[in-house]
């Protein structure tokens, strides 16, 4: 049994491509956007064995219509093998390359009639015209099916992630990703930012979350079909919007711009949330099944947020629980040991941290899972009482011991112990830092890149 050869879909360099309907009579052509996502049919060249005439024809054709290339039918038989018909389509399509100079793929076309037929079906044609029209449909969908598997071709062999605020967290991901040979689009509000991000390898886009018309569409557009789509916000006051207009508001026009796409399959949607969902647990352990009871307007919204991607057409997705981030840069309160400010906690409550680098190992790791839960904690699951953490990291800094209001109400955290063991069980997960006061010297003496 013989098998024709195929080009693989990607050997056609980005920019518009014609389909090609082969006939001996009739050449339906059909043409994509530069973007390759809508296929239109275009014409049908009658020819009469002129090849001086057909080559004049397609050279035209491809500079006219500023073609990358050709995608050819084959006229496979029922079992997949070649027929006559589709080793004259080959020898067509070996003399198209040598007249346009120019990369011809080819793409079975065993059903494209029988679809092209039923798409001309009931739009109020005659017989006639239906039947000098169906070789140019019969092109459209060759290439629209050769655009279908050039799409996930590409997405199985080089992923697109997309991260949504490229911040403290954010840009540490879409490196991680960058160094594995991924595709990574990073949006900020900042040109600045852009900058930083285009030295580190990833498609900057700026953004903003907030605005009725952020430009969803168009960056969806550019990425094609996003793998993975992780959305780490952080809250801005100076930017004038509330957290609900970021974490709610925002995150619901961007999902409902990935569900209008209908992308196959769907990108996983990653959410970056905060165990600050819960409040004051006195003390106690929470972890997945504890029902979130938060006691600050971040919490709340972050919950609803949360709610928001599992209900929605495009999650459900997966809301990462992040207790309070730590690494090279920011180490909490630091900034006000040195200056000597009281902290509005009470010092022998509950401090859940995890360290940046974990944080973002657990982030790519759970958008490689197979098939990870809607929700996990994260933290490296070793709480620490405030009273301990503020008085090593002050004796580690060189500032003034700490000193407590307990008359305040406290500004971020609560009382309560985070286990993080689901997620570390389920991913396999082994921490680089496991322990945060352990952690303390290295950070302090070789601050790195915040």
């Given at each position: ?7 693989a879909p ?10 090609i309907?082969?006939g ?6 059909a ?8 296929a ?52 067509f ?24 037929a ?8 005659s ?61 900020t ?24 018309d ?18 780490s916000v ?26 209008n796409?209908?992308s196959?399959?769907?990108p ?6 905060s165990t600050?969902v ?19 307007e971040a ?36 900034t ?15 401090l ?8 973002a ?5 759970v ?18 009482l ?13 500032a ?9 109400p ?18 396999a ?21 915040p």
């Amino acid at each position: 049994m013989t098998r024709p050869r195929a080009s693989a879909p990607q050997a056609i360099p980005r920019g518009r491509v014609a389909g090609i309907d082969y006939g001996r009579r009739r050449i339906g052509v059909a043409v994509c956007d530069s973007e390759r996502i809508i296929a239109s049919p275009l014409c049908v060249r009658e020819t009469m064995g002129d090849h001086t005439a057909d080559a004049a024809f397609f050279q035209s054709l491809a500079r006219d219509e500023e073609l990358a290339g050709f995608v050819v039918g084959l006229p496979l038989h029922a079992d997949g093998s070649s027929s006559g018909m589709s080793q004259e389509a080959q020898r067509f399509g070996g003399w198209l390359a040598r007249a346009t100079g120019l990369p011809v793929a080819y793409h079975d076309e065993r059903y494209t009639s029988h679809e092209a037929a039923g798409m001309l079906s009931g739009i109020g044609l005659s017989r006639g015209q239906k039947k000098s029209q169906s070789d140019a449909v019969a092109a459209q969908v060759i290439l629209r099916s050769w655009m279908d598997a050039e799409k996930a071709m590409l997405a199985a062999c080089h992923p697109v992630r997309i991260v949504v605020g490229c911040g403290y967290l954010g840009e540490r991901v879409a490196r991680l990703w960058v160094a594995g040979g991924d595709r990574v689009i990073g949006t900020t509000r900042s040109p600045a930012r852009a900058e930083r991000l285009s030295s580190f390898g990833i498609e900057p886009a700026i953004l903003d979350v907030t605005a009725a018309d952020a430009g969803w569409e168009e960056l969806f557009r550019s990425a094609g079909d996003p793998t993975t789509v992780f959305w780490s916000v952080a809250f801005d006051r100076s930017c004038g919007a509330t957290y609900h207009d970021v974490h709610v508001a925002g995150l619901r026009r961007m999902l409902d711009a990935l569900a209008n796409r209908r992308s196959d399959p769907p990108p996983r949607i990653l959410f970056a949330s905060s165990t600050g969902v819960w409040g004051d647990e006195q003390g106690g352990i929470v972890n997945e099944a504890t029902p979130p009871a938060p006691s600050r307007e971040a919490g709340h919204v972050l919950a609803e947020a949360e709610q928001v991607l599992a209900s929605h057409p495009a999650g459900p997705g997966t809301s990462l629980r992040f207790a309070g981030l730590y690494g090279p840069g920011r180490l909490p309160r630091l900034t006000d040991l040195r200056a000597g400010h009281p902290i509005a906690a009470d010092p022998d409550s509950w401090l859940n941290l995890v360290h940046i680098d974990d944080a973002a190992s657990i982030v790519v790791a759970v958008a490689h899972a197979a098939s990870p839960r809607s929700l996990y904690v994260v933290s490296d699951g070793r709480p620490v009482l405030r009273r301990d953490w503020y008085a090593t990291l002050a004796e580690r800094a060189g500032a003034p011991p700490p000193s407590w209001d307990t008359s305040a109400p406290p500004s971020r955290g609560g009382d309560k112990r985070v286990d993080p063991s689901l997620v570390l069980a389920d991913l396999a997960i082994s921490l680089a830092h496991p322990d945060a006061l352990e952690a303390l010297p290295e950070l302090l003496e070789h601050p790195g890149i915040p």
